[in-house]
Every structure is written in C-alpha cells, then in structure tokens.
C-alpha cells in the first residue's frame, strides 16, 4: 500500500512545546504544505492529528485506513545533540502508556522500560529533518509500523515547530527500497546518491 500524501494544519497551541495539528489527503492544498490558522480550514476528516491528555503527555491519534493494521504502540521521542544535532522517534510495546502517547526520556524514568519493548525507530536530521536511519525489528515488520513513525513524526515536526517535513530516500538499504517505493510519488523523496548495501 502506498504511503498517502497529506497537508498540514496548526491550530492553536496545547501547551507551552506543542500545537494542535491535523493532517489531510484533500486537493484543498499543496501535498505536504502548511496552513497556520486558529479556525479549522476544512470540513474534511482528519488523517491523523494529536491532543494532550490528563496528564499534558502528547497523544497522536493515526485515524487514516493506512494505519489501521498498526498495532498498539506508544512512542519515545528525544533530542540528540552530539555529534550531529538530530531527533530520534521510538515506537514502544506494552503496557506503559496508552496508544500513541509520546513521552519524553525523563517521563520513563520511573518505569520498568525494556530494550526489548522496542519495536523500531525514525532518526532524522534536526538542520533539514533529512531521515537518517528509520528500522522496524524483524518480527514487527509488515504491520506498517515504519508508516507510524513517519506519521507521528510528521505530527511532531509540525507541532513542536522543529524544522522542515520530513524527507529522505536519497540513500538507502536493500530492506528501505519498500518504504522508498511506497512514497515515491512524494515530492519529499529525494533524488537518489547511493544505497548503503553498495558502499565498501
């Protein structure tokens, strides 16, 4: 299944880090492209979008038929400033938090989280948000989890106003050619310099 090219709306903010965001597939605007309003300015059904809960945790609800097959995952997200400054994305299993929920590496600290628990992750460039390395572990693939962490990226991107969309496929594995593929009608595709299965 193809990945489906959406554009973007920032609401209003939800806290002080995050505003609201919902993404849509319509032809109402350029795919990816941004609309900053208060009001909402389509009558279409969200793609994906994110809300806070109780506690002020981020929560990103993936409401699109792409991601229907995806199972119940909540999410990682930290800053890495060295020796590159990048963000990483983790998609967690198990019962910690509720589905799509993103927390940050101090709101764990007092949980019991495994390695183990890890099911894949998104790394991306914070300078261009260029992916860097997006891997699923073997026997959670084909569940369309890569396509979560694209989509709770984009959510995040957006939200946290923390660069550019995401983009990439400029160099890739034998196993990123699927996602590749997938996206290829995408304009955040880049043109191809190499895949890292060639280099010596």
């Known amino acids: 299944m193809a990945m489906k090219t959406l554009w973007f709306w920032k609401g209003l903010p939800l806290n002080d880090k995050w505003n609201y965001v919902a993404n849509y597939a319509t032809d ?3 795919h990816p492209s941004l609309v900053s309003s208060d009001i909402c300015p389509t009558e279409a059904q969200a793609a994906s979008s994110c809300t806070l809960d109780d506690s002020g945790l981020l929560v990103v609800h993936l409401d699109d038929e792409q991601w229907a097959s995806v199972p119940e995952l909540w999410y990682i997200f930290e800053e890495i400033n060295s020796p590159v400054h990048m963000f990483a994305l983790h998609a967690m299993t198990g019962g910690n938090f509720k589905k799509g929920t993103v927390v940050c590496p101090r709101d764990i600290s007092n949980f019991g989280v495994r390695q183990s628990d890890r099911v894949g992750f998104v790394r991306w460039f914070k300078e261009d948000s260029r ?3 997006i891997t699923v572990v073997e026997e959670w693939r084909r569940r369309r989890v890569s396509t979560a962490l694209i989509g709770v990226a984009d959510i995040l991107v957006v939200s946290g106003s923390l660069g550019r969309f995401l983009n990439g496929g400029d160099i890739t594995t034998s196993d990123g050619e699927a996602l590749r593929a997938a996206w290829s009608h995408s304009s955040r ?8 299965d060639n280099q010596s």
């Open 131 to 133: 992916i860097q390395q």
């Open 28 to 30: 109402e605007h350029e």
């Open 189 to 196: 595709v880049l043109p191809r310099t190499g895949s890292v």
